[in-house]
Structure formats: structure tokens, C-alpha cells
């Protein structure tokens, strides 16, 4: 892939990874709870699950689901009821104490719930979709390309994931009152809601 078509795809990429979605509202809120290690695995599940999508687009599924209207509305029905009740459970997020060992007791989102979620997430498609179908390259030159795409995905999953978990762990040493802690739990779910209606039901 030349160095053109490779930065583009990087700037397509990074403006998708880095606005605010499921995953970075997930990970801004887990950040928050939990602190920055005890919710690495969610964001190495997260960067995983972008990656297997990929490999799934790359493949065809992709092109299955646009194929099929129906399965494409099964899926954004899933996607949606699950972003919603993942909205629900940081909204009602328990008010944890700041002590460790007290924190210790709450259980964030596991690897593998961050790797599955992209598979129900509308934005997660609509990034490995675009990315295929705008710098895959035809003929002898599309494998090379794939693993490209993957390359970037991959970086640019890594930063952005870095930033968002770093954001939400700042947040949540600021955060020193049980009112405050219930404020942010709400946010940070009203706005996971709301990305249904940004990337799934409108989509």
C-alpha cells in the first residue's frame, strides 16, 4: 500500500476510533470505577474484537449482511438491546469507595465481553465496512492491504483506547463524593444510550 493511501486510511481510521462511542464511553467508565490496570483487559478485548471483525469483513461476511436486509436488522436489533442494557448497567453503576481494597469486591467488563461487543456494536461495523471498501486494494495486492488495514486498526484502536481509559481514570480520582460518582455513572449511560440512536437505529 503506498504512503498516500496508508496515511488516509490512518486519518479514516483515527476519526472513527477516537470519537465517542460505545467502546470509549465503555472504557472512559471502566476507567473511572475500576482504575487504569483492572480495566486493560476490556481494552485489549476491545482492540482483539476490532481485529476479528476485520478478519470477518475481509472474509465476505461483510457483504453477506448487506446482502441480507433481515440479518442486518437482526443484528443492529441485538447490537441495540445490548448497547442499551450495557447503558443500564453503567448508569446503576454501585458507588465504590476509593480504597482498594473495597474496589477490589466490583468485577469490571472482561476481555472477552470487550471482544464480543464488537460484533453487536454498529459503529465497530461501519468502521471495518468503510475500511475495507475504501483502501483494499484489487487483485494480487488485496491480501498485503488487509494486513495493512489491520496494522493501522490496530494502532490507532491502541491510542485511542489509551486516551479514553486514561480520561476515565482521571475522572475518577476527581470524583470524591458518593452524588458526584452517581452523576458520572448516569452520563456516561445516557450517552452509551444515545449511541444507539447514532449508530444503530438511525444507521
Request: proline share 3%; glycine share 12%; charged share 10%.
Amino acid at each position: 500500500m503506498e504512503q498516500g493511501l496508508f496515511l488516509s486510511m490512518l486519518g479514516f481510521l483515527w476519526v472513527a476510533a477516537i470519537t465517542p462511542g460505545p467502546n470509549n464511553m465503555l472504557l472512559t467508565s471502566s476507567g473511572a470505577n475500576f482504575g487504569f490496570v483492572r480495566s486493560i483487559p476490556v481494552m485489549v478485548g476491545i482492540m482483539a474484537g476490532m481485529q476479528t471483525l476485520l478478519l470477518c469483513v475481509s472474509l465476505g461476511i461483510g457483504g453477506l449482511l448487506l446482502a441480507m436486509p433481515s440479518l442486518h436488522t437482526t443484528l443492529k436489533v441485538l447490537g441495540s438491546a445490548y448497547l442499551l442494557w450495557l447503558s443500564w448497567k453503567i448508569a446503576t453503576a454501585r458507588y465504590e469507595e476509593l480504597d482498594a481494597s473495597e474496589k477490589e469486591t466490583a468485577q469490571p467488563v472482561k476481555f472477552y465481553q470487550g471482544l464480543l461487543l464488537q460484533f453487536l456494536n454498529p459503529k465497530a461495523w461501519l468502521m471495518g465496512l468503510g475500511a475495507i471498501a475504501s483502501f483494499s486494494l484489487s487483485g494480487s495486492a488485496y491480501v498485503a492491504s488487509i494486513w495493512a488495514i489491520s496494522f493501522g486498526m490496530l494502532l490507532v484502536n491502541l491510542v485511542s483506547g489509551l486516551i479514553w481509559l486514561g480520561f476515565g481514570t482521571v475522572i475518577g480520582r476527581l470524583l470524591h463524593s458518593r452524588r458526584s460518582w452517581k452523576i458520572f455513572n448516569l452520563s456516561m449511560g445516557i450517552l452509551t444510550a444515545a449511541c444507539v440512536f447514532l449508530f444503530g437505529i438511525s444507521g
